[in-house]
């Protein structure tokens, strides 16, 4: 779909559409996942023995999760041999060249792999999500969830730009590659610390056990739901929203140590300096995405309240959620 009007300056455009792939059966990879065991996670290399976690002083935390009846903290389910842009391990694209505006329109089309898309270079400006245009925002490193898209506007480099899509639990990667020349390669992002995921879940009071079937709004259910087994968030979670909004802005005003003349129209966030696990929690959000238009309803706009329960197995349990939508 295009607009009407064209509103964004660029000379060319490329559609990348990520996905993952198993030569598994559906129902087998389905049989493995009920078997709630550590197959998938051994095939990947993502397990983490128990020798690791009581060297980390960990052991309590582990221990809570086995009593809550839940497996070790784990990024991602299933065990993919392969993960492709347009098909390809590498697609490459070398018919750009240095100085032209390409506007890249990615879709994560996987079914179960988040991404973090980096790029090497060629100073890329966000320009819309999902969609939706977007007040035009530059940045290196984008968390990418299934089904999103975003369109990035980059400048060519004079050599081979390269945009990497890492999965989110650091088990493989694909890339793009675009131009010809020197290869200005991106970063293949590492591993979680699982570990430490594990240690943050301990600390939430969750309680397991709600029943399965309740529905009687006027007794107030789903606040007696919360109230009794739903998910302590609190965790100073404010204060954590102000320090990942506050570090996103400082990431966002550095500049990218990349001396090429065509990198120094817009900003280049040098997000590849670090990104240990506290690095990563700043960008589990969407600060940095501003509309082009006023989202917010008019004062004087009908308002009707809906209560909804949240819920999901973990393996034996229920696990609910109230929340309230207006």
Do not use: C
């Not at 301990?202 to 309740?214: H, L, N, Q, R, T």
């Amino acid at each position: 779909m295009h607009p009407k009007e064209k509103t964004l300056e660029y000379d060319k455009e490329l559609v990348v559409v990520l996905s993952d792939w198993t030569h598994e059966k559906p129902m087998n990879v389905l049989r493995n996942l009920k078997l709630a065991n550590e197959w998938y996670q051994v095939k990947k290399g993502s397990s983490v023995p128990l020798s690791a976690v009581i060297s980390r002083g960990a052991l309590g935390a582990q221990l809570k999760m086995w009593r809550d009846r839940m497996e070790g903290a784990d990024v991602a389910d299933i065990y993919y041999p392969a993960f492709l842009s347009n098909g390809k391990d590498i697609a490459s694209y070398p018919n750009f060249k240095a100085g032209e505006k390409v506007r890249m329109r990615f879709i994560n089309a996987s079914s179960s792999s988040y991404y973090w898309l980096d790029f090497g270079g060629g100073n890329p400006m966000i320009v819309a999500s999902d969609g939706i245009q977007v007040k035009p925002v530059s940045k290196n490193r984008i968390f990418f969830a299934i089904a999103e898209t975003y369109d990035v506007i980059v400048t060519m480099p004079d050599g081979t730009l390269e945009i990497t899509a890492t999965v989110q639990d650091g088990s493989g990667h694909t890339s793009v590659r675009l131009g010809e020349g020197k290869l200005i390669p991106a970063i293949v992002t590492g591993r979680p610390d699982k570990i430490a995921m594990m240690e943050q879940m301990a600390e939430m009071d969750i309680k397991m056990g709600a029943p399965s079937i309740v529905s009687n709004p006027k007794k107030k259910t789903p606040q007696y739901l919360n109230d009794k087994y739903g998910m302590d968030m609190d965790m100073d979670m404010e204060g954590m929203d102000n320090m990942n909004h506050e570090e996103s802005k400082m990431k966002d005003m550095k500049h990218s140590s990349h001396n090429n003349s065509n990198h120094q129209q817009h900003e280049n966030n040098t997000d590849n300096s670090s990104f240990d696990y506290d690095t990563r929690k700043t960008y589990f959000n969407y600060v940095f995405l501003e509309a082009k238009e006023i989202t917010t309803f008019p004062k004087e706009a009908k308002v009707n309240e809906m209560l909804l329960t949240l819920t999901r197995n973990m393996n034996r349990y229920m696990e609910f959620k109230w929340t309230s939508y207006i």
